[in-house]
């Protein structure tokens, strides 16, 4: 089971469409996936059509819920999702509060799951304990990087929380970037994706999302794209990026 981040504190840079979408395409290749919605927003949950919950990632994080008891079956074969609501903002205020193992919620009970090839974690827009637990309990951190002025900005604190990660706890995360929100008529989206290929090199995903219609309107249907607009230039990125996560 590989466990995977998406992380990024700015917002507004894919991080839930990312984390939905390829998710959706990790299950259509017959990996069983299952999405962690770590973000207080719920936006992850909502997107896949979830709306009334009578339990959410809080009652797993801070009343001791047994993870399996939260997950819910989507309408895409092979993908469930643990899903939450706003209510999630208290934990990151109780976390705070916590003396010790603050940071490492999360990283047993799902270490503790069965049956499932890839779990991806959908993460707030902040560095706060919430986004410290995903990333502890993770493999991998994909991190979304906007094709737009300033992509770069920001991207040192969550490198720099990693490298704290790897230090004072010893875990080694991998890292990947993915450019997102692609508009190939700029020459400035251009440019800045030959600046992020040459800054991080081969940690970069081949795959460029597009900033595209499709995809922007799907959660509002409560669908992927998978089941949205599966002939889009934005389902055909994502399925490009589930192949290139499964070759690594």
Same mark, same amino acid.
């Given at each position: 089971?590989?466990?995977i981040?998406?992380a990024?504190?700015? #917002? #507004?840079?894919g991080?839930?469409?990312t984390?939905?979408?390829?998710?959706?395409?990790?299950?259509?290749?017959?990996k069983? !996936?299952?999405?962690?919605?770590?973000?207080?927003? #719920?936006?992850?949950?909502?997107?896949? #059509?979830?709306?009334?919950?009578?339990k959410?990632?809080?009652?797993?994080?801070?009343?001791?819920?047994?993870i399996?008891?939260?997950?819910?079956?989507?309408?895409?074969?092979?993908?469930?999702?643990?899903? !939450?609501?706003?209510?999630?903002?208290?934990?990151?205020?109780?976390? %705070?509060?916590?003396l010790? %193992?603050?940071?490492?919620?999360?990283?047993?009970?799902?270490? @503790?799951?069965?049956?499932?090839?890839?779990v991806?974690?959908?993460?707030?827009?902040?560095?706060?304990?919430? !986004?410290?637990? %995903?990333?502890?309990a993770?493999?991998?951190?994909?991190?979304?990087?906007?094709?737009?002025?300033?992509?770069?900005m920001?991207?040192?604190?969550?490198?720099?929380?990693?490298?704290?990660?790897?230090?004072?706890?010893?875990?080694d995360i991998?890292?990947r970037?993915l450019?997102?929100?692609?508009?190939?008529?700029?020459?400035?989206?251009?440019e800045?994706? %030959?600046?992020?290929?040459?800054?991080?090199?081969?940690?970069?995903?081949?795959?460029?999302?597009?900033?595209?219609?499709?995809?922007?309107?799907?959660?509002?249907?409560g669908?992927?794209?998978?089941?949205h607009?599966?002939? @889009?230039?934005?389902?055909?990125?994502y399925?490009?990026?589930?192949?290139?996560?499964?070759?690594?």
């Amino acid at each position: 089971m590989q466990v995977i981040a998406i992380a990024n504190q700015k #917002g #507004g840079c894919g991080k839930t469409t990312t984390t939905v979408n390829l998710a959706a395409y990790l299950a259509l290749n017959g990996k069983r !996936t299952l999405l962690v919605d770590l973000d207080p927003q #719920g936006s992850s949950t909502r997107h896949l #059509g979830l709306n009334e919950l009578d339990k959410t990632m809080y009652d797993v994080l801070m009343r001791g819920l047994d993870i399996r008891a939260l997950i819910k079956n989507t309408m895409v074969s092979d993908l469930d999702i643990a899903p !939450t609501n706003n209510f999630l903002g208290k934990a990151e205020l109780e976390l %705070a509060s916590k003396l010790t %193992a603050r940071e490492s919620v999360l990283r047993p009970k799902l270490r @503790s799951l069965e049956g499932y090839d890839y779990v991806l974690i959908d993460t707030p827009p902040t560095l706060g304990f919430l !986004t410290l637990n %995903a990333l502890v309990a993770s493999d991998m951190v994909l991190i979304p990087i906007q094709t737009q002025f300033f992509a770069l900005m920001g991207l040192s604190m969550i490198l720099d929380l990693l490298e704290l990660i790897k230090s004072d706890l010893g875990y080694d995360i991998k890292k990947r970037y993915l450019l997102t929100l692609f508009d190939p008529r700029t020459k400035m989206a251009k440019e800045i994706v %030959a600046q992020v290929k040459e800054s991080l090199g081969e940690d970069v995903f081949k795959t460029v999302i597009p900033n595209n219609i499709r995809l922007a309107e799907a959660p509002s249907y409560g669908l992927p794209i998978t089941l949205h607009a599966p002939d @889009s230039p934005g389902a055909l990125a994502y399925s490009n990026l589930a192949k290139e996560v499964m070759a690594l």
